[in-house]
């Protein structure tokens, strides 16, 4: 069974660029959520999809979009760039939305820096 | 909507000696309570939870954390703590009728020193 993996583990932009992040899910897991984490902070709910719906947002601008595909694997993109988007975001898979069904299983996250 | 307050931000302690990291939470509704442990460079790893039951709960590596709904907190807890503890650990809720989105606390940095 293959654990949540995150790609690019690095990564560095300048103001105004787009940026894509990929996350693979946990074998069997149909639900994805993307939490950002800033420096010195806890991780802040972006948003979730399960079965390749948005499935609840957090209180971030429309400028973060996601996609989850039929394989259960999902992107983050963020356009338009600012300096506050630098982050560690991280990818959680789970087995549904419900903690009666399963728990969150995190990636290691990507790193990205705004410059 | 929920808040989680983690009131200490470092905590240093001597290497076997006992550890206590408080959280205290808001919400209107009911709700589900994690910790969670993160290493250097790492991601996020589940500690402990509690969804019902008994409001004393026992998690891996020792840990555990009791449940207080009328002081609405869920201190953690560890009565000997070993130089791999050294991280940073989280407090988080998720509604209860909400599914499985967290909102986490600011953390807790624990440096064990020896």
Redesign the interface.
Known sequence: ETG?TQSPTHLIKTRGQQVTLRCSSQSGHN?V?W?QQAL??????IF?YYREEE??R?NFPPRFSGLQFPNYSSELNVNALELDDSALY?C?S?L?????T???F????SRLTVL | AQS?T?LDSQVPVFEEAPVELRCNYSSSVSV?LFW?VQYP??????LL?Y?SGSTLVKGINGFEAEFNKSQTSFHLRKPSVHISDTAEY?C?V?RAD??????????TRVLVKP
Not at chain 1, 96 to 100: F, L
Not at chain 2, 41 to 46: K, P
Not at chain 2, 98 to 107: I, S, V, Y
Request: no cysteine; net charge neutral.
């Open positions: 949540v639900t959520s939490y010195g902070q806890g991780p802040q709910f979730q499935n609840g957090g991280l959680a789970s549904g939305t419900s903690y009666n399963g728990e969150l995190f990636g290691e996250g | 989680v983690q589900y969670y460079n790492q991601g996020l790893q589940l939870k969804l989280f988080a998720a909400a599914g499985n989105k967290l909102t986490f606390g600011g953390g």
